[in-house]
C-alpha cells in the first residue's frame, strides 16, 4: 500500500509545506514511535531484481540515426564509454571492423578522439584479421595515449566494448558505419559480458 499527499483542500503556502509535515513527523514519532522515511523511489538494482524475478527482459536500447556528424558519434561512444566505467579503465573492443581497409577520411582522427577522450589505462581490440588494416591500426595507435593490443580472432560477428571486465555495451555496427543507417546501441547484461570476456580469454 502507498500514500500520496493530498493537498487539494490545503489553502497556505507550498513552500511551508515540507515543515508542516516535518512537524507532523516528530509528533507522530512522539507519540507512536512510528515515523516518515524518505524514499527515492527504487533503484536501478532493485528494478533490474524484480523484472528478473519475474521473467521480464529490460531492454536499455538507443538508435542511432543516419547523418549524425562525426562529433556527434564521438560524444556518443565516449557517452557509453562513460556509462560502462570505462574512463581510465580498461576497455575491451570486440569488432571485426574495427580497422577496416574501407573508411572515411576522418575516420581514423574519430577514433583517435574516442580512444583519447576515455583516457583508458589499456585497449585491447578483438577484430578480424582478414578485415585488418595495418596503416588505420599505426595511424591511431600513434596518436592515442593509451596503449592498444590487438587480437586476431573470426569468431565474432557482433560489436561489443566492455569496460573492466564488467560492464558493456553492443553497438549494432562499426564506428564507421555509424550515421550511414539507422542502427543501435544497447547495454549488455552483467552474464553476457561474463561469457564474452572468458571467450576472449579463450583465444588469447
Not at 531484481?49 to 564521438?74: P, Q
Not at 560489436?159 to 546501441?185: D, M
Request: with cysteine; glycine share 6%; charged share 30%.
Amino acid at each position: 500500500m502507498y500514500f500520496i499527499l493530498d493537498d487539494r483542500d490545503y489553502h497556505g503556502e507550498q513552500s511551508d509545506i515540507g515543515e508542516i509535515i516535518h512537524r507532523f513527523n516528530l509528533e507522530l514519532h512522539r507519540q507512536t514511535g512510528l515515523a516518515f522515511a524518505t524514499y527515492m523511489g527504487p533503484t536501478s538494482e532493485e528494478i533490474t531484481a524484480y523484472f528478473k524475478d519475474k521473467g521480464f527482459e529490460i531492454l536499455n536500447e538507443e538508435v542511432l540515426w543516419k547523418n549524425m556528424t562525426v562529433s556527434e558519434r564521438i560524444d556518443k561512444f565516449v557517452e557509453y564509454i562513460e556509462r560502462i566505467d570505462g574512463v581510465a579503465g580498461h576497455l575491451l573492443i570486440i569488432d571485426p571492423y574495427l580497422f577496416p581497409k574501407k573508411f572515411d577520411k576522418d575516420y581514423p582522427e574519430m577514433l583517435v578522439q574516442i580512444f583519447n577522450k576515455a583516457n583508458c589505462v589499456s585497449i585491447t581490440v578483438v577484430t578480424d584479421e582478414s578485415n585488418y588494416n595495418k596503416s588505420i591500426f599505426e595511424t591511431v595507435s600513434q596518436d592515442t595515449e593509451s596503449p592498444i593490443k590487438v587480437i586476431f580472432s573470426s569468431d565474432f560477428h557482433d560489436r561489443y566494448w566492455i569496460a573492466n571486465e564488467k560492464k558493456g555495451f553492443n553497438c549494432g555496427t562499426s564506428i564507421n558505419g555509424v550515421g550511414r543507417k539507422i542502427s543501435s546501441i544497447l547495454m549488455l547484461e552483467d552474464d553476457d559480458v561474463r561469457d564474452i570476456v572468458q571467450e576472449v580469454k579463450n583465444i588469447m
